[in-house]
């Protein structure tokens, strides 16, 4: 299945738009990785822990999308939007979320 970030495929003919599609993922930021990652894991200001983890929840968050699409029948997802967003939750850590949305459509060579 194609996934797009444009609105149109190019050298396809888009013959139906199913509507809009979603997925999300929403993984938990263990707080002794939060800790580490503040003392060892920060290399030249990025967190390979963090970095990690917000690449399972995006795979995921794809996935749902592209199950979804399947399910109405569509070949193709365009017009993707990824978003990234971290919940907190007290004193005990937080959440990191990933959505991505599109609209699954119908295309045939042209």
Do not use: C, H, W
Request: a negative charge; proline letters at 1%.
């Amino acid at each position: 299945m194609l996934i797009l970030t444009t609105p149109t495929i190019e050298g396809k003919r888009i013959v139906k738009y199913l509507g809009l599609v979603s997925g999300e993922a929403i993984l938990g930021a263990n707080i002794f990785k939060d800790f580490f990652a503040g003392i060892r894991d920060i290399v030249g200001g990025r967190s390979a822990a963090y970095e990690n983890e917000l690449r399972k929840a995006k795979e995921i968050a794809i996935e749902e999308m592209k199950a979804e699409a399947k399910g109405m029948g569509g070949n193709a997802v365009v017009g993707v939007d990824l978003d990234y967003e971290t919940i907190s939750i007290g004193q005990a850590g937080g959440m990191l979320m990933v959505s991505a949305s599109g609209t699954a459509v119908v295309y045939k060579d042209e």
